[in-house]
């Protein structure tokens, strides 16, 4: 059983150009990580960092990029039901 609650994609700037939503463009580096939801609507809205550490490394550890998935899709890791997903 899977958590339908979020949903990931992959842009490559690189050979996708999307200069038509605010925002998509980066700042400054790799990675650019967005979460959209109904409250940002299509431009999304930028992940706002937790530690000191640069992005990359940051989200390279399983527990923060847990952490961010649930933070920011609103969901868990158990089921209505309590199992674990």
Do not use: H, Q
């Not at 959209?36 to 706002?48: C, H, L, P, S, V």
Request: aromatic share 8%.
């Amino acid at each position: 059983m899977g958590n339908t609650d979020v949903s990931f994609g992959d842009i490559d700037m690189s050979k996708d150009r999307v200069t038509s939503l605010k925002g998509l463009g980066g700042k400054g580096g790799w990675p650019t990580i967005r979460y959209f939801n109904a409250e940002t609507g299509i431009n999304g809205a930028e992940y706002k960092k937790k530690t000191s550490e640069p992005i990359c490394e940051e989200l390279k550890k399983d527990e923060n990029m847990r952490a961010y998935i649930l933070e920011y899709g609103k969901t868990t890791l158990e089921s209505p039901d309590g199992d674990e997903l």
